[in-house]
């Protein structure tokens, strides 16, 4: 579990940054996905509550999220932000970013990366990035693995002043990571073979969960949960590579939250749901924050224990989100794709 045994799925991001706010003040901390309303938002806020001397928030709108930044500027004059221009389904759009901040000789470091943005359950046809890579993977995956790795100079340069383990890489995955594991021999919903049992989807929690009935045709639950589940492995291998610089790598996932970006892709309107199943199920975006402040600034947090956290508690993923065998080869994948698209 966390240091705090008395956080829960109620508990606030706010509150978890008033409480581990000697690890968050003066600190850089990067967050992709800082949208008005959504998780990002929450997460920026909870920072900047807790003392964060920098925060570098990226967007596709930057114009949006620097009007963001100004409104959260306002409560906590002492928090400065650097708003980014990202577009994690472009690799090259990727370069520009991290090009943009590796040049700014004002960001030394970065002590905190959180891999917020995602793509959230697009349509029922696939839909390919401009690199042609399925949106969900591209997106939520392949362009945090790059990103993360343009800025490693930055990230270990905290880790040399740092406390061993007190610069963290957060991902935010999902539960949705239990309707796929990584579909290796079909990362890309060609769906035109055959997939082995050990990466076919989960039909029993989808179909429970979603009434979605089997299919072999490309399904956008099933490649927002590869890519969830990514999220994951890109955590454990990360881990493997750099916890012995004193950088620790968590995945969280933030529960079901109403969200801005949510809201969009729930079908069932307010009527169809019991006003119970939105108290118990639903977090406001303050909670939805909750589980990343704590995968980032707990100090008692050590991947050896745990590298998955629910509801601000380390958790019980399932085995193919955290299989160090598939975590490599995803790497290995992940590095051969982006090798292949830049050359």
């Known amino acids: 579990m966390a240091s705090n045994t008395s956080f829960t799925k109620h508990t606030g991001g706010l509150e978890v940054a008033k409480t581990y706010s000697s690890q968050i003040a003066g600190k850089t901390v990067l967050i992709t996905g800082v949208s008005i309303g959504g998780i990002g938002e929450a997460t920026a806020r909870a920072f900047a509550h807790g003392g964060a001397s920098m925060i570098i928030a990226t967007a596709r709108d930057k114009a949006r999220v620097q009007k963001l930044a100004g409104q959260i500027s306002a409560i906590y004059p002492n928090t400065r932000f650097r708003c980014i221009n990202l577009d994690l389904a472009s690799l090259q759009g990727v370069c520009r970013a991290a090009k943009e901040l590796?040049?700014?000789?004002?960001?030394?470091?970065?002590?905190?990366?959180?891999?917020?943005?995602?793509?959230h359950f697009g349509n029922a046809e696939r839909e390919l990035t401009v690199d042609g890579i399925e949106t969900h993977l591209g997106t939520n995956h392949l362009g945090h693995f790059f990103f993360v790795k343009l800025l490693l100079p930055r990230l270990r340069a905290a880790a040399k002043v740092n406390p061993p383990g007190a610069t963290r890489l957060v991902s935010v995955s999902s539960a949705a990571n239990l309707f796929s594991p990584f579909r290796f021999s079909d990362w890309n919903f060609d769906c035109d073979k055959e997939l082995p049992a050990n990466e076919k989807p989960n039909w029993p929690v989808i179909t429970g969960m979603l009434g979605i009935s089997e299919t072999s045709k490309f399904d956008p639950y099933i490649a927002y949960g590869q890519s969830k589940t990514a999220n994951a492995l890109f955590a454990v291998h990360f881990n493997r590579l750099f916890s012995e610089e004193g950088i620790f790598a968590f995945a969280v996932h933030p529960g079901g939250v109403r969200s801005t970006a949510a809201n969009r892709t729930i079908s069932a309107s307010p009527e169809e749901q019991s006003a119970a199943l939105r108290e118990q199920m639903w977090k406001n975006i303050d909670q939805g924050s909750s589980t990343t402040l704590v995968a980032a600034a707990d100090p008692g947090l050590n991947p050896v224990t745990g590298v998955w956290l629910e509801d601000s508690q380390l958790g019980h993923p399932i085995t193919w989100a955290v299989d160090e065998k598939m975590a490599e080869m995803l790497w290995k994948l992940s590095e051969d794709i982006i090798a292949s698209i830049l050359s």
């Open 102 to 119: 590796l040049e700014d000789e004002s960001i030394n470091k970065i002590d905190i990366i959180v891999n917020n943005a995602g793509s």
